[in-house]
């Protein structure tokens, strides 16, 4: 990647930095890519700016506030920031990203799927670009497979937009995470803290509230529990201690992927999508509790309760909710535990789990935690399974239930 700057106004500032400055020139190079990084001053926002161009034009900013440049960056970090831009090279992606952020800016709420399709017939195949956007973090789409889905962006999203209202929300987002670090230094013995106590410390108005709780929601890998919007709280833990000093989205990112990396246990989809998982460990090194989280309707619940029994004949431990949590919604933080405690996932595919706003909960929860699925499919097709779950192998109720324990011994054995 070729890289040039427009330091010729504001010469000092190159000349005093000469090791930064080569340390940009150099990441910069090592990078292969035909296109190039503009490096410049924003006099307006005191910001140094990386504008990333390609073949189309500007694909995205890697934003550095000064104290950042003059405190100095590692080429690694910066290969990392300029890799997270070049993941949206595709316009079509480029577009509909900004456009969800537009849509709610205007709107106040987030786009569906259809209303993006509607305004946007131009770009191709719009479920692929969200997917692909979801993929690679920029959006979420809670109720997933749903027609009416709602695409939301995470904070890696927003930060790539290049909309001045963008770059605000995002820094409004930065000075809540400091915010919670402040409070758990604090009060460590806490829990959590509200709304109330978070808006009163950093002044951002309620209006920004909704899509700062969306920001904080989506980021339920990074966070111990996911805010709650009914009560107000938002859930802390000692990592969150990580955000305490920190002055750009970019520090953000890189403590963001140390707790994620210190968190996740190391499950790979191979291409073949037979699924297979070394997964034995929980986070904190014990063994995880379930073979197998069972995903079903109460609906079917003669037909879940079968494959319960022939599970356990079998020597595998499955976890399977006892009440109708579709509409007695109790327990919730006891399911969100077993899925992050299982080995793998049974998705019970049929009509009735397709109209369950819990088993598609389920669903989104699964991709999240990198979790190895088997859809089984009870009287629906191939053709009706979600879009997140069509790369795994289906078995088919009855007939091939004998056939996926025998794959789960299997794959119980070579873990």
Known sequence: MIFQDKWDTVPALKDSSPEIYKALQNAVSQIEHPGKCVLYHDFETDSIILKVEGNRGTIGLVIYNTYEYMGGMAEGHIKEDIARV??????????????????????????????????????????????????????????PGRKNAFSTLSIKGLSLCMKKGARQLTHNYLRVVNSLADFFINDPQSDYVTWTQIAKKTGIVEEKWNFIFTLLYNEEEVFPRNPDEKSGKVWLDKDILRFEKIKS????????????????????????????????????????????????????????????????????????????????????????????????????????SRKSDWVLTEWGASWVLDKPVTPILLNCEVADIPDLLKEWQKRDYPDEIQRYIEEVKKRLHES
């Not at 316009?91 to 993006?116: C, D, H, M, Q």
């Not at 989809?269 to 073979?291: M, Q, W």
């Open 86 to 143: 070049l993941e949206l090279e595709h316009r079509a992606n480029r577009l509909v990203l900004e456009y969800i952020y537009e849509f709610y800016e205007k709107e106040g709420t987030w786009p569906t799927e259809i209303s993006v399709l509607i305004n946007n017939r131009k770009l191709g195949s719009i479920n692929e670009i969200l997917e692909d956007l979801i993929s690679k973090g920029f959006a979420r789409t809670w109720h």
């Open 249 to 352: 989205i970019n520090e953000y990112f890189r403590n963001s992927h140390q707790i994620l990396d210190a968190k996740r246990p190391a499950v790979h989809k191979p291409a073949s999508h037979v699924i297979h998982t070394g997964v034995g460990d929980t986070e904190d090194g014990n063994k995880l509790e379930y073979d197998v989280f069972i995903s079903y309707s109460s609906k079917d619940q003669t037909v879940t309760d079968e494959i319960y029994r022939l599970l356990e004949e079998e020597g595998i431990k499955p976890f399977l909710a006892p009440k109708d949590i579709d509409s007695a919604r109790k327990g919730p933080q006891s399911i969100k535990e077993a899925l992050r405690n299982s080995k793998e996932i049974l998705f019970l595919m049929s009509p009735n």
